[in-house]
């Protein structure tokens, strides 16, 4: 099922089915949610002018993004990026992707995404795989920094090795925080009593989202760079993009 390699660099697994490639994430603690410091930030970002609207309306929204917590996490896999129009046909032969620019595009499902996956041999990550995954170490907006993110920072495109391999983070992983990636947990407004282990929450209703700064490209001023910062997160309304998880392989 699995077959390791280098690629960048570094190890990968790679299914050797579907081909979708895959890193393994160390385990560690990190603090999930945006914190005072990140806060700060984008207040700074805010007084030099870089929001294109007002930004009160977001810096109400950051209570669903809150309060700050030491989460634990334990090793797994997932996917260097989000699979693609040609990686989710490997599941779903029939699949077609009117959002899609190429087969090796982010998948956008909507219609399919229930079918997608019931297929998968994988699962989704939880919101603070998804974070601490993203991070890969880093404490600021995004592992590039707290500078206001710009268009250059959108991957959701993985046909170039050589633009993909730069966009990695510490982790080896890419394109976070671009297409809208969907979560395993139930969306609920902030992280009071959220559990400190990774455990996905659960429970009726929609789920949670991460990201989405591609999927409204070209940007219209409307501050959606903010979709590419590490901790925002959504109630997931329409199509979504998946980055599946897995267990580590045995060794």
Known sequence: MWATE????????????SGVLFREVPAGTFRMGLSDDELDAVRAIAERGEFEDDP???????????????????PFLIARHPLTVEQVRHWLPDYEDDYAKSDSTAARLEDD?????????????????????????????????????????LLDDFGDEQRTAAAENGFGLAGFGSATELCADVWLPGYAQAPADA???????????????????????????????????????GFASIRPVGGLPAR
């Open 6 to 17: 280098i690629v960048n660099g570094r190890p990968a697994w790679r299914h050797t089915g």
């Open 56 to 74: 009160d309306p977001f810096l109400e929204e950051t209570a669903q993004w809150q309060p700050v917590r030491e989460v634990r996490v334990e």
């Open 113 to 153: 995404l229930d079918e997608l996956l019931a297929a998968l041999p994988f699962r989704l990550p939880s919101e603070a795989e998804w974070e601490y995954a993203a991070r890969a170490g880093t404490t600021t907006l995004t592992f590039h920094g707290d500078a206001r993110p710009g268009a250059d920072q």
């Open 199 to 237: 455990r996905p929450r659960t429970g009726d209703g929609p789920r949670a989202v991460r990201g989405g700064a591609a999927d409204m490209y070209p940007w219209q001023g409307c501050d959606e760079w903010l979709s590419l910062l590490s901790a925002s997160r959504y109630e997931h309304d």
